[in-house]
């Protein structure tokens, strides 16, 4: 079992940063022949979880088209902690943000946290 917690939410103004970290407890299993990859995710009131960022064990990240330049994703394998770097923060950002672990090979495990809630105001 892996447990995942997010951290680092808040209220800040339309334009600042937040750092939100993600520090899984458990084993996410990784051997050559499956794939992990972290990621975050966000939901807004009224509407379906979306993709933000994601970034596999091997460092390739993928990020959607809204955050792109202004949100950077990393992880630090030997902490097992994932990050979420928030820069130039909008209102449309105001979300819960959860992070996800997902390993893929012979077997598939996908674990979530419960989230953290990140509000910007103008």
């Known amino acids: 079992q892996v447990q995942l917690v997010e951290s680092g939410g808040g209220l800040v103004q339309a334009g600042g940063s937040l750092r939100l970290s993600c520090a899984a407890s458990?084993?996410?299993?990784?051997?050559?022949?499956?794939?992990?990859?972290m990621g975050w995710y966000r939901q807004a009131p009224g509407k379906q979880r979306e993709l933000v960022a994601t970034?596999?064990?091997?460092?390739?990240?993928n990020y959607a088209d809204s955050v792109k330049g202004r949100f950077t994703i990393s992880r630090d394998n030997a902490k097992n902690t994932l990050y979420l770097q928030m820069n130039s923060l909008k209102p449309e950002d105001t979300a819960t943000y959860y992070c996800?672990?997902?390993?893929?090979?012979?077997?598939?495990?996908?674990?979530w946290g419960q989230g953290t809630q990140v509000t910007v105001s103008l």
């Open positions: 458990g084993s996410i299993f990784r051997s050559r022949f499956s794939i992990n990859i």
């Open positions: 970034i596999t064990s091997g460092g390739s990240t």
């Open positions: 996800n672990t997902l390993t893929v090979g012979p077997s598939k495990s996908e674990y």
